[in-house]
């Protein structure tokens, strides 16, 4: 596995072409949620990568500085493809995640807006659900939040 991450004036044209192809194979196509992926928010992202030995994008997170999404800084598109699922890559994704965000912005918060059926996932992570839950794309979601990164 290959892991890389980058802010998105380092990202190839190939590079963003597969990160879009597998968040809309995904999001859209696998959940059946029609939105408007291309959001903005990818100008300002680092977008973290996890390649398989065939150089397929496997898994895929974006990162957000303060202020993008919420006050605090933010995760989205947390994603790992049908063929890397149950491998145990979407926890090393959350951790090289967190790690990043350490590395960068210290022990700060973290705020993201969850799929509901994932409340567990991030709760391994030290993520508490905030407020009531809601529905984006007709999927139930739960804002949560993360206090400090400690790894």
């Given amino acids: 596995m290959y892991?890389?991450?980058?802010?998105?004036k380092e990202l190839s044209t190939t590079e963003l072409y597969?990160?879009?192809t597998v968040r809309i194979s995904t999001f859209v196509m696998e959940q059946n949620c029609h939105y408007q992926d291309a959001d903005g928010k990818d100008?300002?992202?680092y977008h973290l990568q996890a390649h398989n030995d065939k150089n397929e994008l496997v898994a895929?997170?974006?990162?957000?500085?303060?202020?993008?999404?919420?006050?605090?800084?933010?995760?989205?598109?947390?994603?790992?493809?049908?063929?890397?699922?149950?491998?145990?890559?979407?926890?090393e994704l959350m951790s090289k995640t967190m790690l990043f965000i350490k590395e960068k912005w210290g022990e700060?918060?973290?705020?993201?807006?969850?799929?509901?059926?994932?409340?567990?996932?991030?709760e391994d992570f030290g993520f508490v659900c905030q407020g009531?839950?809601?529905?984006?794309?007709?999927?139930?979601?739960?804002?949560?939040?993360?206090?400090?990164?400690?790894l």
Wanted: a positive charge; aromatic letters at 14%; one cysteine or more.
């Fill in 18 to 20: 597969d990160i879009f």
């Fill in 43 to 45: 100008l300002k992202a």
């Fill in 60 to 91: 895929y997170a974006r990162i957000l500085p303060p202020g993008v999404s919420y006050n605090e800084i933010s995760i989205g598109r947390v994603l790992t493809t049908s063929k890397a699922r149950n491998l145990g890559i979407g926890k």
């Fill in 108 to 122: 700060v918060a973290v705020c993201i807006s969850a799929q509901c059926y994932l409340i567990k996932f991030y």
């Fill in 132 to 150: 009531d839950e809601y529905f984006e794309d007709d999927i139930p979601h739960i804002q949560m939040l993360f206090s400090g990164v400690k």
């Fill in 3 to 8: 892991w890389s991450i980058k802010h998105f």
